[in-house]
């Protein structure tokens, strides 16, 4: 009998939770509308591979070797070469910034080639965007020592070279920065829905003074908690399907790990996001604070802060320490583990151990936070 009561009184709360996802076309937006216009941004409008960089080339005496090489970086999908006279011409198109780089083949070019002495080819590069003067860097060097390579054993010259390196890259052959955002993107995605959608749930029982009603009702914490995030929850993880079929069918992302494993770690993240809105919306008692509070501590810290686009390695001490409080860390690594590696379960179980300290921890203070009372 008391079983029956209490099941009851949870599915009627999680039937009037239903009901109000279903008339409010912000949840649904964000749920289902959201994620499409933010995959479909990162996916084609954002990307961090640097392609067809505008680059000056000066080639002071033309000859067979000048043209090889001005071929190479032609032929190559990094660079959009220009032509120039003279060093100076190009050194004006770089200050006005027609172009990102040059590459100067100084006189006798073939003569002093291999000669240990002459420098025959000089670079110059806008460095305002660091990152992009790395990569352009990074190019014109590969593309350099590609061809001197080809060229020194056409020639049936030996290439005294200290170190031959050979590079294979595991996870990404492709190195395209789609493959790498769009898993990233899901855990935004599950982000808002788990944290700033709930954030209001309760929020919104206090503006709209329907609180006291519910006080008056048998209800316990532990069911009114469950019923308030049951429906979220279940959006999520059709949110989650969704985001999944797109990145596999639309954006062409592998998935090397297993589904199952994918919706376990999903459902995980997502208990955690529920409990941290959940969380924000019993302390604020306010739809407007409750939101801009979810945002800024949980979506901009998932977007920044969670390896998603920025390297966290490459962020000073301090903020890296910040990031281990932050649930989106350990999602974005295992989602793009799952998707690009596979079942690497090192690194999964050591995301689902920080994940399941989270959980806790978050409940704990939802359930200390929770009670029935005006104040």
Known sequence: MIDAARYQRLSGLIRKESLQIMRDPSSIAIAFVLPVVLLFLFGYGVSLDARNIPIGIVVEQP??????????????????????????????ALEKHKIDGI?????????????????????????????????????IRGTWLSWITHY???????????IQLEHRVWFNPAVSSRLFLVPGVVAIIMTLIGTLLTALVVAREWDRGTMEALFVTPLRNVEFIAGKLIPYFILGMASL??????????????FEGSFWLLLLTGSLYMLVSLAVGLLISVMAKNQFVAGQIAIITGFLPAFILSGFIFDINSMPPAIQFITHI?????????????????????????????????LVIFTRLVAKKTRKSLE
């Open 241 to 254: 399907f969704l985001n999944f079929f797109l990145a596999i069918w639309l954006f062409k992302v592998p």
């Open 103 to 139: 590459v100067w083949l100084k006189n006798d070019f073939a003569r002093a080639l291999f000669s240990k002495h002459d420098a025959v080819i000089a670079v110059r590069v806008n460095g305002v965007n660091s990152n992009q003067a790395n990569l352009t860097l990074g190019y």
């Open 63 to 92: 000859d067979a070797a000048t043209q090889s090489l001005t071929g190479s970086f032609e032929q190559s999908d990094y660079f959009s070469p220009f032509y120039f006279q003279t060093i100076q011409q190009a050194e004006k």
């Open 326 to 358: 932050v649930p989106a860390r350990y999602y974005v690594a295992i989602l793009q583990t799952l998707f690009l590696a596979g079942d690497v379960w090192p690194v999964i179980l050591a995301n689902v151990a920080a994940l399941l300290i989270m």
């Open 152 to 162: 020194a054993e056409a020639k049936g010259t030996e290439l005294n070279m200290p």
